[in-house]
């Protein structure tokens, strides 16, 4: 970013070129720390599966035998340590992405809510990872042993079934799982973010919420596994969350009309 670019950015008055050439800097440090956290979590790609494959494991262990992964061919073990390491970039480069998004926004809103950009990186950052760690650490444990469970058939049967659980496919499940866990407890951030910029009010996120209960239902039915326990885990906090947001939506807005009253006395 050039001298007159920083300038430019300071006292808000960017040409379409800056505005370009400011989106431009803040996507190359976004791949740049993608790139570095991607690198390390290649360095520690055992670790990193062994961390994934838990819920699994955990999953498995409820049944009889050792847990068990399979590959189809040579490189598709390579290929999976690969989207482990994709995973853990995005995870470890989070919070240089969401700093990234608010510095490039952050010249089209008020000085006072500027302020927020620390808050906004740690709370989004908080948010993603509770989101993930909540699901790998009950939701999916509970559904990999509802749905293994199906494998055991009464004794004396005249065959068996032994589940083959290829590592490709399981990574790219639990990854689609951990992205969408994370990615719905944002919403108090995007609530937040609205009620900033002014298109939405506490108000109208309470008459919304009896919608939203049938759309929390809804996500959690197409994102997790076909369990009702499944679903119900990511509905029920789904719903907190959005509780949530109208707290804090209505906090902010009394904040900015105390803010405005003061102001307006002579």
């Known amino acids: 970013m050039t001298d007159n670019t920083k300038a430019a950015v300071e006292d808000g008055t960017m040409t379409f070129w800056e505005h370009l050439e400011e989106l ?9 720390a993608f790139a570095v956290g991607a690198a390390v979590a290649w360095w520690f790609k055992v670790d990193l599966l062994e961390w994934i494959a838990t819920p699994f494991i955990e999953g498995w ?8 992964f399979h590959f189809p061919h040579p490189a598709a073990l390579f290929i999976a340590y690969i989207k482990l390491a ?6 470890l480069a989070l919070p ?6 608010w510095a490039f926004i952050a010249p089209g809103l008020y000085a006072k809510e500027k302020r927020f950009a620390i ?3 740690v709370s989004s950052c908080a948010l993603f990872a509770g989101g993930g760690y909540f699901g790998w ?3 999916f444990p509970i559904a990999f042993q509802y749905l293994l469970s199906f494998a055991d058939l009464p004794p004396g049967g005249k065959f068996d079934i032994e589940p083959t659980v290829m590592i490709g496919e399981y ?22 973010f609205l009620s900033i910029i002014g298109v939405v009010n506490h108000k109208q996120l309470i008459k919304f919420s009896r919608y939203f209960i049938v759309i929390a239902f809804v996500i959690s039915a197409i994102i997790t596994p076909p369990d009702p326990m499944s679903q119900l885990l990511l509905a ?3 719903c907190l969350l959005y509780g949530l947001s109208i707290g804090i939506c209505w906090i902010f807005e009394k904040r900015r009309a105390d803010s405005k009253a003061a102001l307006e006395k002579p």
């Open 119 to 121: 808050p906004f990186v």
């Open 96 to 101: 240089v992405i969401l700093y990234q998004v």
């Open 171 to 192: 990574i790219e499940f639990l990854i689609r799982m951990l992205v969408a866990f994370g990615a719905v407890f944002e919403i108090p951030v995007v609530v937040f």
């Open 61 to 68: 262990n409820k049944q009889d035998g050792v847990a068990k």
């Open 86 to 91: 994709v995973l853990g970039g995005f995870v």
């Open 137 to 139: 650490r009950i939701a």
């Open 236 to 238: 029920v906090p789904l």
């Open 24 to 32: 431009r800097s803040r996507v190359i440090k976004m791949i740049l």
